[in-house]
């Protein structure tokens, strides 16, 4: 089964701190993505990233940049955290352009601001 | 108007019960269709892809209406833990939008 892994289940961040979200995939996936989940709003797309060193926008990148040095690694980053930015994020990947397999997302990080 | 809509419930059935959800999306161009189900504080999983001739996974049954754009699942016989949000979930290109879920509690 392909494992998608993000670095921490809960996070408490102070309002302007830069933060690190990870995730690995461990299945050679080429494709990588970054939401967030809000009540009454669902998923909303942040960043996604088909290749190594490619990366592109989603529906709400405001506030948020990401980082792909390795195919199986790619990192949320929260330049100036804000209390706005309290969310569940969820890391998903998926094998290529083609997404008939869906997606498998990770256990998510539920990322408080304070 | 959002481009997948669903009910967002709750769907309170009791166990047993056969119960239905319909989801619409609104570009004509999409191409595949699935159903997540997602438990509470976990990550969606999927459920089901969705075929245009209509797909059985055991109590599972999922329909897609190409002209009227939207999607089905019907759940027979409810068990206690089909408790969940399901998540209609639609392809348009290369990636995947979501619908923000129908909440389903079934009772004993």
């Known amino acids: 089964d392909v494992k998608v892994t993000q670095s921490s289940r809960y996070l408490v961040k102070r309002t302007g701190e830069k933060v690190f979200l990870e995730c690995v995939q461990d299945?050679?996936?080429?494709?990588m993505f970054w939401y967030r989940q809000d009540p009454g709003l669902g998923l909303r797309l942040i960043y996604f990233?088909?290749?190594?060193?490619?990366?592109e926008k989603g529906d709400i990148p405001e506030g948020y940049s990401v980082s792909r040095e390795k195919k199986e690694r790619f990192s949320l980053i929260l330049e100036s955290a804000s209390t706005n930015q309290t969310s569940m994020y969820l890391c998903?990947?998926?094998?290529?352009?083609?997404?008939?397999?869906?997606?498998?997302f990770g256990s998510g990080t539920r990322l408080t601001v304070v | 108007r959002k481009e997948v809509e669903q009910d967002p419930g709750p769907f309170n059935v009791p166990e047993g019960a056969t119960v239905a959800f319909n989801c619409t999306y609104s570009?004509?161009?999409?191409?595949?269709f699935f159903w997540y189900r997602q438990d509470c504080r976990k990550e969606p999983k999927l459920l089901m892809s969705?075929?245009?001739s209509g797909n059985e996974d055991g109590r599972f049954t999922a329909q897609l209406n190409r002209a009227s754009q939207y999607i089905s699942l019907l759940i027979r016989d409810s068990k206690l833990s089909d408790s969940a949000t399901y998540l209609c979930?639609?392809?348009?290109?290369?990636?995947?939008?979501f619908g923000g879920g129908t909440r389903l509690m079934v009772k004993p």
């Open positions: 979930v639609v392809n348009a290109g290369n990636m995947l939008t």
């Open positions: 570009n004509s161009a999409s191409q595949s």
């Open positions: 998903a990947s998926s094998p290529g352009p083609d997404p008939t397999y869906g997606y498998t």
């Open positions: 990233s088909y290749d190594v060193k490619m990366k």
């Open positions: 969705v075929y245009s």
């Open positions: 299945m050679d996936h080429e494709n």
